[in-house]
């Protein structure tokens, strides 16, 4: 008997859902897909802005790359032409001496 009345329940139950689950979809779509579209909206805006953040840190540090490597450029040139000035100051110097 107990099982019986189990079976019932579990029936009843079952058969309460399959109709009310649809009932309150057709209530709670309506009501839930402005603030889905609104979440959707955030997200795709906070998205596009992370793009635009990341952009424009790539940029910066593209800036400093070339900053270094000019300045690198610049003080390796600078040493070679005082290398260059020293050495033909110097055969100057011991051809006139």
């Known amino acids: 008997m107990a099982q019986s009345n189990d079976l019932l329940k579990g029936t009843a139950i079952g058969i309460g859902l399959t109709v009310l689950v649809p009932v309150a979809l057709a209530i709670i779509v309506p009501i839930a897909r402005p603030m889905v579209r609104a979440a959707v909206k ?22 400093v790359r070339a900053e270094v490597q000019q300045e690198l450029f610049d003080l390796r040139h600078t040493k070679e032409g005082v290398k260059v000035a020293k050495k033909a100051s110097t055969t100057r110097a011991k051809a006139a001496g």
């Open 42 to 63: 955030a997200g795709i805006g906070a998205y596009e802005r992370s793009r635009e953040v990341v952009e424009e840190f790539g940029e910066s540090v593209d800036d």
